[in-house]
């Protein structure tokens, strides 16, 4: 297995990268981070040129960042990785509004849910920046500007700027205003408050970048114009793609559900066979954007792709660096070492319950009594056998496993001790076949 690329603190003070790219601009468009951005030729030299301030926003509208906050979260730790500055920015006062979604007016939280949630994106993002050496990172919450500005003062100084024709344009504005929801007043002045944002952290950081996803473009923008109107200067922004997949579904998204950076969200195992789970069609372009790999390390496992498919050493690579990103080495090694004792190939016993309650998470399960421990009932209660009699087949052809071991007898009793963390036991019918079954006391 090949190890994630480590990051350490001295190093996210270096120079770029990949030294294969003459500027950092050309490594971000070769990974495919720049969907749409103000001026190219000027932001190539902007980027190459002296230490930058720069910054990206997060509003705390769920108790925990998802992976299209990763894109955001890896090209800021680029960014500094080439010398560049970060501002972290969790916004305890748009986190209040919400910024537009396409399809429906938000739910407004409370003001101490959203301060709560505050404090856990924070410490999210900071997991991913340096906050040592020259270019240290630094967070800022732009409810400190915002909280004390009256209305009258917030209308008068940013307000005049804001033509109303303009922010009707905006692509979430349109489509919002054409459905049968409409906008509030609140969420259509969200984009005035991401402007404002920009205006503060270019006079108090000398802030001149501001990153975020392409379907945020008119928000961020409201920032470039704010400021080019107010004080006379040009500052840029770059919008990242969407991440999709190869056949056009929406990326990070199964049955509805997020993958969560919070490992009570969504486990680290979990996280991991997602990575794993990647299509040969998508996983180089996934390797590109959410790890730190070469450009010669990407190309050699796009032939392995291409050469030794049945591997899918370019999936276990990426699953491996991502999640070592975001939980840690140890973690991602429990989470390896739990998907081969699913299948025999590790001792189901040195997992500690929390990995192996997620790594069964998905499997059928059922919950049975302690004299209820034969074989059979357990065949059959776990479902892996329809009725009693093929719970005996399933034993007589040698195809049911307790813990991974063997069960060739059908009178077989499972004696406690067997049981993993006192309560669990893992069934197996044949090969790939699983089921789990907690023992009440």
Request: some cysteine; aromatic content about 8%.
């Amino acid at each position: 297995m090949r190890q994630p690329t480590e990051i350490s603190g001295s190093a996210m003070t270096g120079q770029q990268n990949d030294s294969s790219f003459e500027t950092l601009w050309q490594e971000l468009k070769w990974r495919g981070l720049v969907h749409v951005s103000t001026d190219e030729v000027e932001l190539e030299k902007l980027l190459a040129g002296e230490p930058i301030t720069y910054y990206c926003g997060f509003d705390p509208t769920a108790p925990s960042l998802h992976l299209g906050n990763l894109v955001q979260l890896l090209t800021m730790r680029r960014l500094q990785l080439a010398g560049h500055a970060p501002l972290g920015l969790v916004g305890g006062s748009t986190g209040l509004v919400g910024d537009p979604k396409p399809s429906a007016e938000r739910t407004m939280n409370t003001k101490e849910t959203v301060a709560e949630w505050v404090g856990y994106l924070q410490g999210q993002v900071q997991r991913f920046l340096s906050f040592e050496g020259t270019n240290a990172a630094r967070m800022v919450n732009n409810l400190d500007w915002t909280a004390p500005m009256s209305a009258i003062d917030f209308l008068r100084d940013i307000g005049k700027y804001f033509r109303v024709g303009t922010m009707l344009k905006k692509d979430v504005v349109a489509s919002r205003l054409n459905s049968d929801e409409g906008i509030s007043y609140a969420e259509f002045s969200y984009q005035v408050l991401q402007g404002m944002d920009y205006l503060h952290l270019y006079r108090d950081y000398n802030c001149v970048l501001q990153t975020g996803g392409s379907d945020q473009w008119g928000n961020l923008t409201s920032g470039t114009e704010l400021i080019r109107k107010v004080e006379g200067k040009s500052v840029h922004a770059i919008g990242t793609p969407l991440i999709t997949n190869s056949d056009g579904t929406k990326f990070g998204k199964s049955e509805g559900n997020a993958i969560w950076l919070d490992p009570a969200m969504t486990t680290p195992y979990a996280m991991y066979q997602f990575w794993l789970n990647a299509s040969d069609a998508d996983v180089i372009a996934r390797l590109k954007i959410f790890t730190f790999r070469s450009r010669a390390e990407i190309e050699e496992l796009a032939e392995e792709v291409v050469n030794r498919p049945h591997l899918r050493t370019a999936q276990r690579t990426l699953a491996y660096d991502v999640t070592s990103l975001v939980h840690g080495v140890e973690a991602t090694e429990k989470a390896i070492a739990a998907s081969a004792a699913l299948f025999g190939q590790g001792d189901l016993r040195e997992l500690d319950e929390s990995t192996l309650r997620a790594a069964t998470a998905e499997l059928p399960s059922a919950t049975v009594s302690r004299d209820a421990l034969g074989i059979i009932e357990l065949l059959v209660a776990s479902g892996l056998a329809a009725s009693n009699s093929a719970a005996r087949r399933t034993v007589t052809e040698g195809g049911a496993y307790v813990n991974n071991e063997k069960v060739s007898e059908s009178e077989t009793a499972i004696t406690p001790d067997r049981l993993l963390h006192g309560r669990f036991l893992l069934l197996r019918r044949g090969k790939r076949n699983l089921a789990t079954v907690e023992v009440r006391p």
